[in-house]
């Protein structure tokens, strides 16, 4: 009984859910000699979305990334941090592509503590500036949870690379010739268009949404948080949930993969010369060989 408790404990600081509860019960339950029933998750897998920097060749378009970060930053930013994301790449040529006074005019939105005291000893907080990380809304992991029902929104950095749904078969086969990266965005995106009411039969604790595309359970503590026309767009394009999941999802998939279009270039380079120089390999082997007979 005890050991039940702290599993649901743990569950339930971690914010899985009333899935993540349940599964959590069951597999106690197993343990102690009963038949469970295993439940896989996500219940949908996220469909394929047509990503601009897919591929060989691909590359990240530009307006996508302002865009996806200014939905983080309207949006997101209100309880996940991008804690390993320095102001100063939202420049960068292959990322979003702001221009310096931009960076400098986004810097200064935030305030961050200084590295040094000041004169009298104390930390102090000031405009954070280029060089400086996009900080958390929080000020630690216990403010996080206190104020978000026990559950620490997860930091985004990363998140792309930490949340992918496996393809299975037979998708991961041709993965062994033409490597598919994009599962993380795929899966951002059908889950912040996922939500939806339970089917009939299935209850989920007060406080949870259901959502059959979170990868640890059937419900998550996050309500859904787009909305048509929340975020207003000046460049034309359409201001829908499934638009603002599209490019914030992109704009995170550079948050964790910021070098992916130099990495993709040096590859194919890498790639061509090793083909060349195996040619090679091969005629001067054949001239060896003739020579020697």
Known sequence: MKSTIIRLAVASALGLGAAGLAQAAEEEHAAEGGEAHAVHYPLKKPEYVDWTFAGVFGKYDQGQLQRGFKVYREVCSACHGLSRVAFRTLGSEHGPG??????????AEYEVTNADPDEAGDMFQRPAEPKDFIPSPYPNDLAAAASNGGAVPPDLSLITKSRAVERGLPWFIFDMF????????????????????PPEGVEVPEGTYYNPYFIAGMSLKMPPPISDDQVEYTDGTPQTVDQYSRDVAAFLMWAAEPHLVERKSMGF???????????????????????AH
Do not use: N
């Open 98 to 107: 702001f221009s310096e006074a931009q960076v400098k005019s986004l810097a």
């Open 178 to 197: 033409l490597p598919y990266q994009e599962q993380g965005a795929d899966y951002l995106h059908a889950l912040l268009t996922g939500y939806e009411e």
């Open 269 to 291: 380079k890498v790639m061509i010369f090793l083909a060349i120089f195996a040619g090679l390999l091969y005629i001067t082997k054949r001239r060896i060989w003739e020579a």
